[in-house]
């Protein structure tokens, strides 16, 4: 076992061991952690699983390594895309936004723009994918 596992990290009935023992039995803290546990925003893992089924549709089926280089794919494209800034008018610094229907308050709500999508990236994993045979 790792000798810094052993280590206690506060002496025990210390000062600061005092402090920690009344902030994690705060009965107000612990009321306010049984609320938050309840919300967990998924929106992000939404749009990523909807960036899989792009790469890698349910219909269609691969081989391992294609499964895991359509995976790959998928990752890639949604980590260089996924913080892109949101669209302007024009040269002005005036955001866009476009009227969507939402299913689960079924009205219409403003929604902001983002930028389009820049596919850069696959022009360079090809390039290094010819890079690498041609050269080994």
């Keep these: 076992m790792d000798e810094n596992m052993t280590k206690p990290w506060l002496e025990f009935e210390s000062e600061a061991h005092e ?3 009344d902030i994690v039995t705060n009965k107000l803290l612990l009321r306010d952690l049984k609320q938050a546990t309840r919300f967990c925003h998924t929106g992000n893992l939404e749009v990523f699983h909807n960036m ?12 391992h390594e294609g499964t895991v280089a359509h995976i790959n794919l998928a990752v890639l494209d949604n980590n260089l895309t996924a913080d892109r800034e949101y669209a302007t008018v024009g040269n002005t610094d005036e955001l866009q ?10 009205v219409y709500v403003v929604k902001r723009l983002k ?12 390039k290094g994918v010819f890079d690498r045979v041609i050269h080994g």
């Design 115 to 126: 930028k389009a999508k820049d596919y850069t990236f696959r022009e360079d994993l090809m």
């Design 52 to 63: 899989l089924l792009k790469y890698l549709p349910k219909r269609c089926k691969f081989e």
């Design 97 to 106: 936004y476009c009227i969507v229907w939402s299913k689960k308050t079924r």
């Design 19 to 21: 402090a920690l023992r």
